[in-house]
């Protein structure tokens, strides 16, 4: 099967999930969005299959939309879900509260609204951040480091070094300060896993930047 | 199958969600934090099973958390979900979006710290309401004003329900000014199915107050 992700092209954003599963599976796959006249067939796509927002996902004749859903409908697909459909539901809850997390790393900068520029939010961002480095991140982190897997590697161990990777990168200080020593070790296993690692130093893997969600604002990540 | 829901016992909230679906189907259901020494028992399964919040379900040896989740594991059981798994799943799809707007709903007036008082971001609220009745509520609005939904009574409908009777409550003024024709009438057919009335009309649906997601700050509402 040929996939085609649907998503912004210059960031990792929510898109980096599902890329991080495709490429770990060695899975055939588009970046859409990335190829010349890309971000016209996104819209064009978008329009016809009523998708709210990206990423969204191509296969055949089905259109998935929604991070976690995507996950969910590719893992047994391609390798990255145990059969049993229990510990799939389960495994998509996981993702669920992933997702949710995602979207509280991602109001830190824009609290207000995500038409707005940060700059024009900044003193809402920097009061939200304490916020969440004090309460809301470490109660992510010790959920998820106490939370015990079932055996097998699938999207779920993916998406827990993605967020590791990515709250290192947009909080230093607060993630340095912090005790996650499972996850950490996680981290590193995954960043060591062959797939992984060769698509990381791709160019396929695009660096953090000013225009994702895990952004990197010294001053949200301080005092 | 008897089913156990759990929720905070004084608010609507996204308990409400699957309150409307087990109330709709005639479903035997307890809402377990509303009887005596049911915050504790509910804290317990939180425990038990590695809840990261509430609702949660659970039937027989199951335990569901995630709003939408949860529903699109009752769909199917109570005769609220096609029996078509393409459908589910595009069903569990807009069931997310609903999730997603109804954080921004909540973080009108929580933009800050969902653990501070609303007092204490009164500023951020403000400028976060205009945000969301100018761009996010119209775009939500439209998107689903618009969306072709397939035959037959599903949580999608009771979902979209509960998200116009809650948005009338918070904002009544911006929704007065908005056109959804299509869902309008949709909130009023959900209204006067006969089970749906019964339950609107008993002590068993809480009224909506100042510590749910939909709430009525009427500064939040104007300006």
Same mark, same amino acid.
């Given at each position: 099967m040929k996939y085609e992700l649907y998503y912004w092209p210059s960031i990792q954003g929510r898109g980096e999930f599902i890329r991080l599963a495709l490429e770990e599976a060695g899975a055939d796959y588009v970046?859409? &969005?990335? !190829?010349?006249n890309g971000m016209k067939a996104m819209q064009a796509q978008m329009k016809r299959n009523a998708?709210? &927002?990206?990423p969204f996902l191509r296969a055949g004749t089905i259109v998935v939309a929604q991070t976690a859903l995507i996950l969910h409908f590719l893992g047994p697909r391609i390798g990255?879900?145990?059969?049993?459909e229990k510990t799939q539901l389960w495994l998509l809850q996981q993702q669920l509260t992933i997702s949710d997390w995602l979207v509280e790393v991602h109001d830190t900068h824009h609290p207000v609204g995500s038409g707005l520029y940060y700059e024009d939010q900044k003193a809402e961002a920097l009061r939200r951040s304490v916020d969440f480095r004090e309460n809301r991140l470490p109660r992510f982190l010790s959920y998820f480091e106490r939370l015990e897997r079932p055996k097998g590697f699938t999207s779920l161990e993916l998406s827990l070094f993605q967020m590791v990777e990515g709250l290192r990168y947009a909080f230093p200080r607060a993630m340095k300060a912090l005790r996650y020593p499972k996850l950490a070790a996680l981290h590193d296993q995954v960043a060591a896993r062959p797939r992984v690692a060769a698509y990381l130093a791709s160019e396929r893997r695009i660096a953090f930047n !000013?225009?994702?969600?895990? !952004?990197?604002y010294p001053e949200l990540d301080s005092g």
């Open positions: 970046d859409v &969005a990335r !190829r010349p998708i709210f &927002a990206c990255l879900a145990p059969k049993n !000013r225009q994702g969600i895990f !952004r990197h």
